[in-house]
């Protein structure tokens, strides 16, 4: 079911992304959009080997890995912060150019599905142990707020997501409910502390802070921002949708909206594909939600259970507010919807999380038809044998 639900995103997504494209066509190319569907497939075709590679890892290897990983990622954000580069004008502190192959890379996006793995793997440690709250916070708080502390500067809204699903997963974990206050009190006081030294020395970190900061402070006032414009097209264009949408690339706001083809394709899916094409793949990742309930409830693992809540819940959260962004619900967030918008790294490690997923399904698939096979052995001698004699030495 998973690989369905994936696939069927992964096609949907091409249409919306051909028609979407036109505005990065004429801006930045010569008006041709048949790369950018080129370069999407290309995208998804990776995405899903890395998704088929990663599956055929045994899960509990990535107890071992997110160890390991852990300080490596830590050095690609330092870096990544460091660079402070810009692409296409754009403040690009969130994304590392790839040496020799000069692709960009957004290193958040790699950070969380890491981090999700850590903290699973932490919890299933210390299950039905009595710990403290002072020996948690070296082996699980330290690497959190550290890697969330690298990120903030540049992506607010990555790392909240992070946090909140940090905290749902410690909280499905078992982690003492004062335990977790205290940790949300300190990541608020944090966060406080942080916007407050942004603005008093506003030279010292990259200018997404600014961005981040205006947003919120935006989202409730009437200024007229370019976020404002955005949204107002967004909505125009939900308008102009209505039941069955103007049809498949006969959006008209794609050629105003920034970020057609990544942060607000929503809007342009329902401008095309009407209420019915925005309910449609809302049911996609409904489903996809139950099917990775029903892979965490059928594990008997503790790590498996905590593995796929924690990298797969992050999906459909990250799906419900880019939807929740094109409809004013959310600031403006530079969240992308998964498997539909165009961008590599987004797609990749959406199916490396989906990979982990289905790592953790198929062992268990694995055990099932093990079961099944000694059932059918046992039967196989009763019938044969005396069946006496079988059962007195299976019992």
């Not at 961005?211 to 402070?217: A, D, G, P, Q, Y």
Request: aromatic share 12%.
């Amino acid at each position: 079911m998973v690989w369905a639900v994936a696939a069927l995103l992964a096609l949907f997504s091409f249409l919306p992304v051909y028609s979407a494209s036109s505005n990065l066509a004429y801006l930045y190319g010569d008006g041709d959009t048949f790369g950018f569907l080129v370069k999407h497939f290309a995208h998804l075709v990776l995405g899903f080997l890395i998704m088929y590679g990663v599956h055929k890892i045994p899960y509990h290897y990535f107890k071992g890995l997110s160890i390991v990983m852990i300080p490596v990622i830590i050095v690609l954000l330092l870096v990544t912060m460091a660079q402070n580069t810009t692409i296409g004008g754009a403040n690009a502190s969130r994304w590392i150019r790839l040496p020799f192959v000069g692709v960009t890379f957004q290193t958040s996006t790699l950070a969380a599905v890491v981090l999700m793995a850590y903290v699973a793997r932490y919890l299933s440690k210390v299950k039905d142990k009595v710990v403290s709250f002072k020996e948690t916070l070296l082996p699980l708080w330290l690497p959190v707020f550290l890697v969330l502390m690298l990120i903030l500067p540049a992506n607010f809204s990555t790392t909240a997501i992070i946090f909140s699903m940090v905290i749902v997963l410690v909280f499905i974990g078992g982690y003492p409910i004062k335990y977790i206050a205290a940790i949300l009190g300190s990541g608020l006081l944090i966060l406080t502390f942080f916007v407050l030294f942004a603005k008093a020395f506003p030279g010292v970190f990259p200018n997404r802070v600014d961005t981040w900061v205006s947003r919120i402070e935006n989202f409730s006032d009437d200024k007229d921002t370019q976020e404002d414009y955005q949204i107002e097209r967004a909505k125009i264009a939900i308008a102009r949708g209505g039941v069955i949408g103007t049809g498949p690339g006969k959006s008209v706001q794609r050629n105003f909206l920034p970020q057609s083809s990544s942060d607000f394709i929503y809007a342009i899916i329902i401008e095309e594909w009407g209420f019915v094409g925005g309910i449609f793949l809302m049911l996609l990742y409904t489903m996809l939600l139950l099917r990775l309930v029903i892979v965490a409830h059928k594990c008997s693992d503790i790590f498996g259970k905590l593995l796929v809540v924690g990298v797969g819940l992050p999906i459909v959260f990250q799906a419900l507010i880019n939807m929740a962004v094109a409809v004013e619900l959310f600031p403006v967030t530079g969240q992308t919807l998964p498997l539909i918008s165009s961008g590599g790294t987004s797609i990749w490690m959406t199916c490396l999380a989906i990979g982990i997923v289905l790592s953790v399904s198929s062992k268990r698939e694995a055990q099932r038809e093990e079961e099944e096979r000694q059932i059918k052995d046992i039967r196989k001698e009763v019938t044969e044998e005396n069946p006496l004699e079988v059962l007195s030495e299976v019992l």
